[in-house]
Structures are given as C-alpha cells and as structure tokens.
Antibody
Framework: EVQLVETGGGIVQPGGSLRLSCAVS????????MTWVRQAPGKGLEWVSIIYDDGGTFSADSVEGRFTVSRDTSNNTVHLRLDRLRVDDTAVYFC???????????WGRGTRVTVSS | SYDLTQPVSVSVAPGQTARLTCEGNRIGYKNVHWYQQKPGQAPVLVIH???NRPSAIPERFAGSNSGNTATLTITAAQAGDEADYYC?????????FGGGTRLTVL
C-alpha cells in the first residue's frame, strides 16, 4: 500500500522559514516524479514544485527562488524548504506522486502552514 | 501562462447527470485529469488522461475532451458525489489547475 505523510507545518512569521517533509512508503521516491501542491484557505489547488526521478527540480513562478524541493533517497522522503515566507503562502501543503509524468495518483493528507505576525 | 476555466458551481438532482466543464485554449490537444476533493480531505484522482478511470472509481464517472472543452460527466449522481472537482493539465513543465467546481446534489 502506498502512503504519503506530510509533516513540518506550523505557524511562522512573515519572512521566516519552514521545512516540510513527505515520508513515502510503498514506492521509491528515486524512481518517481514527486510534487507539492498547496491550497489556501477556502481556495483552489495551486501547483508548487516538482522533483524528477533524476533529481532535477522545477517550481512555480510564485515560489521560485523562495521554495526548494529536495529528496532524501535513503529515508524515502521528499522535502520542501520554504524561505522568505509571505502571508499569502498560508495554505495546506500536499505532496503527491506524479504517475507517468501526467496525473497525481497518490496524495498525502497535507500539512498546514500559517504565516502570520 | 495557460488558463483553465471551470464554473464555480453546478447543481444536480439525485439520480440525474452532472456535466462539469473545463475550458482552455485547444485543451483537446492536452491530457486532462480530474480530481474530487471533499471538505477536509486530500484530492482524489477520478479521471486521468481525458477518459481513463482508476479502478476504485465508479463507472458513473466519465471524461471527454475535444476542442476547447474537457468535460467530467457524472451519471446517476448521488449525495456522496458532493465535492469540489478540479481539472488539471500540464503547460510545458508547469502543472495548471482549474479554479474548481463545487458540485451540489440536491
């Protein structure tokens, strides 16, 4: 059974940092594209970042230069480092597996990030 | 950037057919995926690559895609189908979601 479990969310002041983690079981992050998607309160889904099976990464313009996606293959975990946080980064952050470079077939339950002074 | 437009809300009577649309420029040339999200839960994939249904999804869910419109059709709608539905495509290396449609079954 595939499971994705996000941790690391919390309350942080504007300009602060957090590191989110997505612990994966049932598949190897080194063999898959893994992605982060966020959802602000009462809003829709917004794609954030992706890490490819070769370790390359790409992020949305809205977070480029502030958020960094990485992985730890020994622990089968994907991370999202959030720097220079802004109030509008407040959201639930989900990680997901990207199947075949196309759709997101497995999702975690999300971790909540609140940016507030 | 590529934009996807979904109606904010759709209502359907129980047992009737709901059609949820997703409009985008020449979307028929892209692979469209659909997700269902219930309050407080993670999204669930219901249709991938336009028409393909994961094994756990009922046959009542079907997808189509042509021209500038992709459609998720839910036949014999049930109360349990009430949720937000999002379409998704890739625009080069960027994933794009529609704004979502709130389906109400009443």
């Amino acid at each position: 059974e595939v499971q994705l479990v996000e941790t690391g969310g919390g309350i942080v002041q504007p300009g602060g940092s957090l590191r989110l983690s997505c612990a994966v079981s049932g598949l190897r992050v080194s063999d898959n594209y893994m992605t982060w998607v966020r959802q602000a309160p009462g809003k829709g889904l917004e794609w954030v970042s992706i890490i490819y099976d070769d370790g390359g990464t790409f992020s949305a313009d809205s977070v480029e230069g502030r958020f960094t996606v990485s992985r730890d293959t020994s622990n089968n975990t994907v991370h999202l480092r959030l720097d220079r946080l802004r109030v509008d980064d407040t959201a639930v952050y989900f990680c997901a597996r990207v199947y075949g470079g196309n759709h997101f077939d497995y999702w975690g339950r999300g971790t909540r990030v609140t940016v507030s002074s | 950037s590529y934009d996807l437009t979904q109606p904010v809300s759709v209502s359907v009577a129980p047992g009737q057919t709901a059609r949820l649309t997703c409009e985008g420029n020449r979307i028929g040339y892209k692979n469209v995926h659909w997700y269902q999200q219930k309050p407080g839960q993670a999204p669930v994939l219901v249709i991938h690559r336009d028409t393909n249904r994961p094994s756990a999804i009922p046959e009542r869910f079907a997808g189509s895609n042509s021209g500038n419109t992709a459609t998720l059709t839910i036949t014999a709608a049930q109360a349990g189908d009430e949720a937000d539905y999002y379409c998704h495509v890739w625009d080069s290396r960027t994933a794009v979601f529609g704004g979502g449609t709130r389906l109400t079954v009443l």
